[in-house]
């Protein structure tokens, strides 16, 4: 629990420290270069064949800098989620369609890396961000499909990934899907002994092994809301949707109400028109994206995708909220304008 702790003192300090467009958009850079060391490890993980192997897989998976490839999924799938909005934000006419053209290379690293840490959960957490990015502007849902669809043909047309991908349908002893359902059943179980507030924060892998008699075998939830339910009952579940649904509508909103502005910002030196509303759609992706990893991993625990996404949520509802108040004050401003005007012409 004390990572929900950390993840609300990141959106306050996103929120009073980052409260400007100009400092919203440093955050997001920085989340787009924090890929820059990962990378690299990765890649000479990738040339020196330095794979990671899971007690439960011979898969040659890359776990960078982090202890877990699961955990370098997660990291990747938001830098590539913040970098296809950014990539998608920027505005080029006939002279810049090759400038932007470069912008596209990082995408040619970082999805194959992805693609090596077999996450499965944060592929499909990719999959999800492309197709609410698709269903939200329909001017992007041509790119957003095409980039899905060759995504899509270039994971079934590589055996590994595929026959990975395949595996989540089957229901083996070594599998770790059965695995989860079979914790999963576990905690339900014990659940009922404490039905309203579980067995209290952190609580989980030791009502595991007690259940089970043992201190061997996997004890993590792999589900936020198995943990949360178990650890907090049917109360901290509801704390736990409340957490959710609470960060997901503001983030919608504050989008929504946004006006449709552009921005000018350099990259490598070279100045580029942006979308900025369009940017204000990243924290609300990051969060609702949150819904489907939940359901097979534990994102509250990720601390990294907690401390971005919180941050960025932060900056971006101060910068939202100081927007559209001045535009509020503009009007009324305005307003008072056109009405003393009209009633000096009257006289």
Same mark, same amino acid.
């Given at each position: 629990w004390i990572h929900l702790v950390a993840a609300f003192g990141a959106y306050f300090l996103g929120y009073f420290l980052f409260a400007t467009r100009k400092r919203y958009l440093k955050v997001l850079t920085a989340i787009m270069l924090s890929a820059v060391i990962p990378v690299i490890v990765g890649i000479k993980q990738v040339l020196l064949r330095e794979f990671f192997f899971s007690n439960d897989s011979v898969l040659p998976r890359i776990q960078a800098t982090f202890w877990h490839p699961n955990k370098l999924g997660s990291f990747l799938f938001i830098v590539t989620a913040v970098y296809l909005v950014f990539y998608l934000s920027i505005k080029v006419g006939q002279e810049g369609a090759?400038?932007?053209?470069?912008?596209?290379?990082?995408?040619?690293?970082? +999805?194959?890396?992805?693609?090596?840490?077999?996450?499965?959960?944060?592929? !499909?957490?990719?999959?999800?961000?492309?197709?609410?990015?698709?269903?939200?502007?329909?001017?992007?849902?041509?790119?957003?499909? =095409?980039?899905?669809? =060759?995504?899509? !043909?270039?994971?079934?047309?590589?055996?590994?990934?595929?026959?990975?991908?395949?595996?989540?349908?089957?229901? %083996?002893?070594?599998?770790?899907?059965?695995?989860?359902?079979? +914790?999963?059943?576990?905690?339900?179980?014990? =659940?009922?002994?404490r039905p309203w507030l579980g067995f209290g924060p952190g609580s989980?892998?030791?009502?595991?092994?007690?259940?089970?008699? %043992?201190?061997?075998?996997?004890?993590?939830?792999?589900?936020d809301a198995v943990r949360f339910v178990v650890e907090g009952g049917i109360v901290g579940l509801l704390a736990y949707f409340l957490y959710f649904i609470g960060a997901i509508v503001y983030a919608f909103i504050s989008f929504v109400r946004y006006p449709q502005s552009s921005k000018r910002v350099k990259i490598l030196n070279k100045e580029f028109l942006v979308d900025f509303?369009?940017?204000?759609?990243?924290?609300?992706? =990051?969060?609702?994206?949150?819904?489907? +990893?939940s359901f097979m991993e534990t994102s509250t625990l990720d601390f990294v995708y907690q401390f971005f996404a919180w941050?960025?949520?932060?900056?971006?509802?101060?910068?939202?909220?100081?927007?559209?108040?001045?535009?509020k004050k503009r009007r009324a401003t305005q307003r008072r304008k056109e009405k003393e005007l009209e009633r000096v012409e009257g006289l």
């Open positions: 090759k400038k932007k053209l470069l912008f596209f290379l990082p995408f040619l690293v970082l +999805i194959p890396l992805l693609g090596l840490t077999f996450s499965r959960t944060s592929w !499909v957490a990719l999959a999800f961000a492309i197709f609410v990015i698709a269903i939200m502007r329909r001017s992007l849902r041509k790119p957003a499909i =095409l980039l899905g669809g =060759l995504l899509t !043909v270039l994971a079934l047309a590589i055996g590994k990934i595929r026959d990975r991908i395949l595996d989540t349908f089957s229901w %083996s002893m070594n599998n770790s899907v059965s695995g989860r359902i079979e +914790i999963w059943d576990i905690g339900f179980f014990k =659940l009922s002994q989980f892998g030791e009502v595991i092994k007690d259940a089970r008699g %043992s201190e061997e075998g996997n004890i993590s939830a792999h589900s509303k369009l940017l204000g759609f990243i924290p609300f992706l =990051l969060f609702l994206s949150m819904i489907p +990893i941050i960025a949520l932060g900056s971006w509802l101060a910068v939202s909220g100081k927007t559209i108040k001045t535009r």
